[in-house]
């Protein structure tokens, strides 16, 4: 959400965990990145998008989740979302195994040892890894 006070925001991601939301924004001069929430709420630092990049990685690695990211005042015209380059592969399970309820399939699954594609149960969370 943008508002009269963004102007000097070019870029802003928001995690959360739980009930917590941090917001990262990278402002127009391309260095200066300031945290709003979490464990460095109102820190102001000069690195830009390298910055940012440890940051995300630092939060998504103590359980936060990108919630969301978009330019705000971005001066760059960004290109249109890509395709999934990733497409879903076939034989995914009729129903789960264990419960019945219908599988999902999701390339980018991670819990706290692993991530890859997997498929998901809907009901009672049972999943299983694909390998290449």
């Not at 508002?3 to 917001?23: K, M």
């Amino acid at each position: 959400m943008t508002t009269a006070h963004d102007e000097h925001v070019q870029h802003t991601w928001t995690l959360t965990r739980d009930s917590d939301e941090i917001s990262i924004d990278l402002w127009t001069d391309g260095y200066t990145v300031c945290v709003d929430g979490g464990p460095d709420d109102g820190d102001q630092r000069e690195g830009g998008r390298a910055d940012v990049d440890h940051l995300l990685t630092k939060y998504q690695a103590n359980g936060y989740q990108l919630l969301r990211d978009y330019p705000v005042n971005d001066p760059e015209p960004h290109e249109d979302p890509v395709e999934d380059d990733d497409p879903e592969p076939h034989g995914r399970p009729e129903r789960c195994p264990e419960c019945g309820s219908p599988v999902e399939y999701d390339p980018r699954y991670s819990d706290d040892f692993r991530e890859g594609p997997a498929w998901l149960c809907t009901g009672c969370k049972w999943g299983q890894w694909l390998t290449a």
